[in-house]
């Protein structure tokens, strides 16, 4: 039950961080800063993914407050796909391919390089 409260109570926190950077940078080009809060969790999810691997004595609970909670409720997928949806319902084909593109390469590289980096921080 513990598990479940503290996915409950990250994701509200990170859903909420979410949703204030989209509130302070609405726009014309509100999927980039989607964009940036992807990118931004992928490379925490990973630094902190590293850094967990290694220090094995810290909670369960902690790295689901944190990684699944957290930053899963900051990052979002769902968001990503109905952003990238919109842009081609726009006709908007460049942008979209440029943004999911990006998205999808751009997120994959910051994971690693947060594994890379917590793995160096850790020797």
């Known amino acids: 039950m513990i598990n479940i409260l503290m996915v409950f ?3 509200g926190i990170g859903a909420t961080l979410r949703h204030l950077c989209n509130y302070f940078f609405m726009g014309s ?3 980039w800063i989607t964009f940036l809060i992807n990118i931004l969790g992928s490379l925490l999810i990973g630094l902190l993914s590293g850094f967990f691997l290694n220090y094995t004595n810290i909670p369960s609970e902690v790295k689901l407050l944190i990684v ?3 930053l899963g409720g900051f990052t979002t997928f769902s968001t990503f796909q109905l952003e990238l949806i919109t842009l081609i319902q726009e006709g908007n084909y460049k942008n979209a391919l440029i943004y999911g593109m ?3 390469v751009v997120g994959l590289l910051a994971v690693t390089l947060g594994v890379i980096q917590a793995y ?4």
């Not at 160096?120 to 020797?123: A, E, L, Q, T, V």
Request: aromatic share 12%.
């Open 9 to 11: 109570i990250g994701g």
């Open 29 to 31: 080009l509100s999927y």
């Open 68 to 70: 699944t909670g957290l």
């Open 102 to 104: 990006l998205s999808l």
């Open 120 to 123: 160096y921080i850790m020797k």
